[in-house]
T-cell receptor, first 116, second 112 residues
Framework: GAVVSQHPSRVICKSGTSVKIECRSL??????MFWYRQFPKQSLMLMAT?????????EQGVEKDKFLINHASLTLSTLTVTSAHPEDSSFYIC????????????FGPGTRLTVT | AQSVAQPEDQVNVAEGNPLTVKCTYS??????LFWYVQYPNRGLQFLLK??????LVKGSYGFEAEFNKSQTSFHLKKPSALVSDSALYFC??????????FGAGTRLAVHP
C-alpha cells in the first residue's frame, strides 16, 4: 500500500498564532512531498515542493516566510503557517512521491484550517 | 506552458446511465495524465493514469479513460453511473518535475 496521513484533520486557531500541519508517509519513504492549498469549490494550487534534507521550492506568489516547510526525514514533512490570518483559512493537502518514481503521488486526507 | 482544461463545471447524469467527464490538455512533450476523485472534506483518491501504452486505461471503481492524442483529450468514462460516484473529479498532468498541474475540477452529480 501507499498511505499518507495528515495531522491534524481540522484545526482552529486565532489570528497571529502559528499552526503546524504534519504529513507522513506511513508505509513508504518519500524524498519528495508536495503541499497544496484548496479553496472552496476550487482546484488544488501547488504551494511548494518539499525535498528531504534540503530547502523547499516554493511556487510563485507563495510566501516562504509565512508557510514554513520542513522535510526532516523520509517519512515526514511539516507545513507551519506563521502569524496566521483569516485569509489563510483553507484546506491544505499534502502528497508524497513513492520510492522516487515519477508520477506516483499519494495524497493525504487534508487539513481544514480555520483562522478566527 | 502545460495546462489542463475541464470544460464542464458540473455534469449531471441519471443512475445507471453512462457518464463522461471531459479533460483536454496542452503540454509540450509527452503528457502524463491522471484522474483523481475527491469526496467532501477529503484528500484526492487516484483513479487512473496514462503514461504510455494502450490508449484505453482502466482504473478503480469501474472507471476508464481514453487518451486521444489527435484531440488532446483524456476523457473519463464509466458505463453505468452510481449515486456513490457523485464527487469532484480532477484531471491532472504530471509532465514537469513530478509536479501535478490540475484542471479546475468537475462536479459529478448522479441522480437516483
Amino acid at each position: 500500500g501507499a498511505v499518507v496521513s495528515q495531522h491534524p484533520s481540522r484545526v482552529i486557531c486565532k489570528s497571529g498564532t502559528s499552526v503546524k500541519i504534519e504529513c507522513r508517509s506511513l508505509d513508504f519513504q518519500a524524498t519528495t512531498m508536495f503541499w497544496y492549498r484548496q479553496f472552496p469549490k476550487q482546484s488544488l494550487m501547488l504551494m511548494a515542493t518539499s525535498n528531504e534534507g534540503s530547502k523547499a521550492t516554493y511556487e510563485q506568489g507563495v510566501e516562504k516566510d509565512k508557510f514554513l516547510i520542513n522535510h526532516a526525514s523520509l517519512t515526514l514533512s511539516t507545513l507551519t503557517v506563521t502569524s496566521a490570518h483569516p485569509e489563510d483559512s483553507s484546506f491544505y493537502i499534502c502528497s508524497a512521491l513513492k520510492g522516487g518514481v515519477s508520477y506516483e503521488q499519494y495524497f493525504g486526507p487534508g487539513t481544514r484550517l480555520t483562522v478566527t | 506552458a502545460q495546462s489542463v482544461a475541464q470544460p464542464e463545471d458540473q455534469v449531471n447524469v441519471a443512475e445507471g446511465n453512462p457518464l463522461t467527464v471531459k479533460c483536454t490538455y496542452s503540454v509540450s512533450g509527452n503528457p502524463y495524465l491522471f484522474w483523481y476523485v475527491q469526496y467532501p472534506n477529503r484528500g484526492l483518491q487516484f483513479l487512473l493514469k496514462y503514461i504510455t501504452g494502450d490508449n484505453l486505461v482502466k482504473g478503480s471503481y469501474g472507471f476508464e479513460a481514453e487518451f486521444n492524442k489527435s484531440q488532446t483529450s483524456f476523457h473519463l468514462k464509466k458505463p453505468s453511473a452510481l449515486v456513490s460516484d457523485s464527487a469532484l473529479y480532477f484531471c491532472a498532468d504530471g509532465g514537469g518535475y513530478n509536479k501535478l498541474i490540475f484542471g479546475a475540477g468537475t462536479r459529478l452529480a448522479v441522480h437516483p
